[in-house]
């Protein structure tokens, strides 16, 4: 098994590492200052500036899929990033964990990522055309609107916001929180998932429509703090949609589509999660070794107090053992697609949070009392990892799916020999 990056993947990931350090940590207090109390939702000059030189560099849309080589015979041009690999998009997104700010910087950040991509798969010419095209050029920002507050959304089927046709309109009413980008100005289009049909089948209920935020009926009734942190002015919304009427036209892949639809998306946005996530582990190790050789308690350097020893070691394991699960992922999603790699997906997504929350506590003890303050930036890394065991499906949801997969493997013979997972509901 060989693990040496290609100069491909090394390419890329070594200019994204420079521009990271270079461009963007210098800029990371200037932008902070961008957003004081009484102003947390505007727009930022600093992330424009940032965003037009990566853009001239040819850093930017990494995450998107490399086409087929052949086009819709309907379209003038292909929407396309850099075209690079899950495995090498991988290498780039820990780099870009290091620095929460970088993601935007190359256009690369939830929930647009995922959104680029479900109008990359699904959309029309004429929905590209409207929205794709100013999402891939940084123009304008978007939202994802599938959690309820009413309901347990880790169950899709659960959903209750409607979609009923009116005419050339569908007319929605529900209510969605953790709508995560709603707050900036520059948002203009969300996608909604709720149901059309619901004497459906359970996963056929469901579909997916576009819809501008600026259309009557939209209200946002607050936004969520995620402990004590506003993450302006990307921020995560409650919303409620009464009477919200969008084009037929809007209405994506199809009816009955929306729980497809999603799995699609969050398989890759899933992933590209873990991918910042070993970069923020190696953060947080970074600064609480760099802690621990600088600080004296009773004579003698943290580091020399032989705790350390073991919790430095243990993080260092830890994050290489998680990186080469998530690069495998990343390879398995190349070579044999997202389906077949939905074990791993849903191992990486359990395992690589966890990993980076311990590592964080660990450099917040460090730290002492500075590491509870905003001071090294470990607080608000650690409430990022700590959402992350929720978002995009809680662990037990993805832990479950591992679990029954691996009952499918070791189920007793039937009568007649033959495999049984009785209901399970797996299959070998």
């Not at 809007?250 to 910042?276: D, K, S, V």
Request: overall charge negative.
């Amino acid at each position: 098994m060989d693990f040496t990056l290609s100069d491909r993947e090394t390419h890329f990931r070594d200019r994204v590492k420079t521009f990271i350090d270079k461009e963007v940590r210098p800029r990371v207090a200037d932008y902070a200052a961008e957003f004081p109390p009484e102003d947390r939702w505007g727009t930022s000059e600093v992330l424009e500036e940032l965003k037009a030189k990566a853009k001239t560099a040819g850093l930017w849309n990494f995450f998107m899929p490399p086409h087929s080589g052949q086009k819709h015979v309907d379209e003038s041009f292909e929407f396309e990033g850099e075209q690079l690999t899950n495995l090498e998009y991988a290498l780039c997104a820990e780099e870009m964990g290091r620095v929460g700010l970088s993601s935007e910087c190359f256009n690369c950040s939830a929930p647009d990522t995922g959104n680029m991509e479900v109008l990359h798969r699904y959309g029309t010419l004429e929905q590209k055309e409207q929205w794709l095209r100013p999402l891939m050029n940084g123009e304008i920002r978007s939202a994802f609107l599938m959690t309820e507050p009413a309901v347990a959304s880790s169950d899709a089927t659960n959903i209750e916001t409607r979609m009923e046709r009116d005419g050339d309109e569908y007319v929605i009413n529900g209510r969605k929180w953790w709508s995560s980008g709603l707050g900036d100005p520059r948002c203009k289009v969300a996608i909604v998932m709720g149901k059309t049909n619901p004497d459906a089948h359970r996963h056929s209920q469901q579909s997916q429509i576009l819809m501008p935020v600026d259309a009557e009926g939209v209200n946002i009734i607050r936004h969520l703090p995620v402990f004590g942190y506003d993450d302006a002015p990307h921020g995560h919304m409650e919303v409620e949609l009464k009477d919200v009427r969008v084009p037929v036209t809007n209405l994506l892949l199809g009816e009955g589509q929306g729980f497809a639809i999603a799995q699609g998306r969050l398989g890759p946005g899933r992933i590209h999660h873990c991918m910042r996530t070993i970069g923020v582990a190696e953060d947080a190790l970074e600064k609480m070794c760099k802690r621990l050789q600088s600080r004296v308690a009773f004579g003698k350097t943290i580091a020399d107090h032989s705790i350390w020893e073991w919790r430095v070691a243990k993080a260092r394991i830890d994050i290489e053992m998680n990186r080469l699960l998530c690069l495998k992922a990343a390879d398995m999603m190349d070579r044999a697609g997202n389906k077949s790699a939905r074990n791993e997906i849903a191992m990486i997504k359990v395992s690589a949070p966890t990993m980076a929350l311990k590592i964080i506590d660990d450099a917040i003890q460090a730290f002492g009392g500075a590491g509870v303050t905003t001071d090294p930036g470990l607080a608000k890394a650690y409430s990022g990892q700590r959402t992350l065991r929720l978002a995009d499906g809680p662990d037990e949801v993805h832990a479950r799916a591992v679990a029954r997969w691996e009952f499918g493997r070791h189920a007793p013979l039937d009568d007649d020999g033959a495999m049984s997972s009785g209901d399970l509901g797996v299959t070998r």
